[in-house]
């Protein structure tokens, strides 16, 4: 057989079915509580693969709740309940005959800040997600990995001669490219990241601009920023979050990020867009 059979044969045990035109993540009236306070109301977006999604909206308006729905981490949160659907290339990540350690592999998230093991080495960093997931690989399998996440990551130049150094000697720039390169590692479809350069100086933002532009040929990239310049150099899509009075979050607006940006059809994005708000 050729090497698309074998490599389908491998995959058919999987519980994944992927639907052509599916491709990517779709949100579908998600609503979502802390306790009995609603925090999003019937939230839907698409998601596209091979494309970067930016979430904007001001501050408590459920921007990360959404994230944390979408890898199957809100459900840690005791009270924390939530309704809807997510589907990840036509699959239901909350199907019940699905494995949770399955949704949260191939959803990584990257947080605000870098949060490396700050003892353990930078190569052990990368391959940590392996042991969390239950995969095995051997030592030369895990040197190749760390190369190529590292590489991907932006990173490999500056650490290849200190691999073994902890994590948390890098710079904040640094460790959050090492936080990239360890959710690259366990071979995400889709990378979340909750605001990812707000802890970091504009030339540490600007080199992981540069990594999502080229990540998002091969894993698809959900991004919450509160940096209109950012949001307009490196999205393809946008959606307008907001939370009025005490109601839970909703999305005003969605759409292909020039025209939320320069022909906006309601007049709060307006705002928000224009930092009027
Ligand atoms: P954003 O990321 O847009 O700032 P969040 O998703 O963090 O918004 O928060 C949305 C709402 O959910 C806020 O009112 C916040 O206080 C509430 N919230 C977030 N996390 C929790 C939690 N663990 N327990 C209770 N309420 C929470
Ligand atoms: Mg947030």
Request: glycine residues 8%; contains cysteine.
């Amino acid at each position: 057989p050729g090497a698309s059979e074998v490599s389908a044969a491998r995959g058919a045990h999987r519980a994944v079915v992927r639907q052509p035109g599916l491709a990517g993540l779709v949100a579908r009236r998600i609503s979502a509580w802390f306790g009995d306070h609603q925090v999003l109301d019937r939230v839907s977006l698409t998601m596209a693969a091979g494309q970067v999604t930016a979430l904007i909206g001001p501050s408590g308006c459920g921007k990360s709740t959404f994230l944390r729905i979408l890898n199957r981490m809100h459900e840690l949160v005791p009270s924390a309940s939530l309704a809807g659907e997510v589907l990840l290339d036509g699959a239901d990540i909350y199907d019940p005959e699905r494995r949770l350690t399955d949704a949260r592999r191939q959803v990584g998230m990257v947080f605000q800040k870098p949060n490396p093991f700050p003892a353990m080495s930078i190569y052990d960093n990368v391959v940590a997600g392996l042991r969390l997931t239950g995969q095995k690989a051997s030592r030369a399998q895990k040197d190749i990995l760390v190369e190529e996440c590292l590489i991907k990551a932006g990173l490999w130049r500056e650490v290849r001669d200190r691999l073994r150094q902890p994590g948390g000697a890098l710079s904040g720039g640094q460790q959050q490219r090492l936080c990239i390169a360890r959710s690259l590692a366990i071979r995400p479809r889709v990378l979340l990241m909750d605001e990812p350069c707000s802890a970091l100086d504009p030339t540490s933002t600007r080199v992981i601009e540069e990594t999502i532009q080229e990540l998002v040929a091969e894993v698809t990239i959900v991004i919450v920023t509160h940096n209109m310049q950012q949001a307009q150099r490196i999205s393809d899509q946008c959606a307008f979050f907001l939370a009025e009075q005490g109601t839970p979050g909703y999305i005003v607006e969605h759409g292909a990020t020039d025209a939320m940006f320069d022909s906006p059809q309601d007049p709060r994005t307006a705002d928000y867009v224009h930092g009027r708000f």
